[in-house]
């Protein structure tokens, strides 16, 4: 079985600094896929980015980006210029290949942005 | 709009007053799933469907049942809840190939007093 671990409850950075939100994950499997989902107070579960294992370059989307360590088991956000809009949830989660689609999630950071 | 709709959105019930959430996705998505979120525990998977008639557990499914008899429906039946089974439920749907994104409805918080 696969498990997902966020060791970072709580975070809060300054507007406009950067952030780095940590994930480790453990697996046997080779080919999986990995996410970053993002729970703003509206509670609505938004998808900020993704990763396919068999990819060496690191995914990146505006200001969001990850650092995909395979050999390490560790997929990281880092969230540059942040917004107060980026307060929210954010939950690193992990799903298999070829299996039943189902996402095994982290327990979540929750991020402050101050202004 | 693609979406993903669940209702009620909010509820109190009773202990042992059987409920529905409803599921509905018009974007064509063979894969549907129910996960419940509790605080320092994440999301976890309650049941999925591949396919019309096509359903399995997840990881915690005692106290639901589920069915998908249309494409673009599947209801969460708790036929007696139980105060351990109060949550905010989640809804997804994909389509199971290519980018393997879940789209998620909006959630639904349940009470079970």
């Known amino acids: 079985a696969q498990t997902v671990t966020q060791s970072q409850p709580e975070m809060s950075v300054q507007e406009a600094e950067t952030v780095t939100l940590s994930c480790t994950y453990d697996t046997s499997e080779n080919n999986y896929y990995l996410f970053w989902y993002k729970q703003p107070p509206s509670r609505q579960m938004i998808l900020v980015i993704r990763q396919e294992a068999y990819k060496q370059q690191n995914a990146t989307e505006n200001r969001f980006s990850v650092n995909f360590q395979k050999a390490a088991k560790s997929f990281s956000l880092k969230i540059s210029d942040s917004q107060l809009g980026d307060t929210a949830m954010y939950f690193c989660a992990f799903m298999k290949h070829g299996g039943n689609e189902k996402l095994t999630f982290g327990t979540g950071t929750r991020l402050t942005i101050i202004p | 709009e693609a979406q993903v709709t669940q209702n009620p959105r909010y509820l109190i019930t009773v202990t042992g007053k059987k409920l529905t959430v409803t599921c509905s996705q018009n974007m064509n998505h063979e894969y549907m799933s129910w996960y419940r979120q509790d605080p320092g525990l994440g999301l976890r998977q309650i049941y999925y469907?591949?396919?019309?008639?096509?359903?399995d557990k997840g990881d915690v499914p005692e106290g639901y049942k589920v069915s998908r008899k249309e494409k673009r429906n599947f209801p969460l039946i708790l036929e007696s809840p139980s105060p351990n089974q109060t949550s905010l439920y989640f809804c997804a749907s994909s389509l199971r190939t290519g980018v393997r994104e879940l789209f998620f409805g909006e959630g639904s918080r349940l009470t079970v007093l």
């Open positions: 469907s591949m396919n019309v008639e096509v359903t």
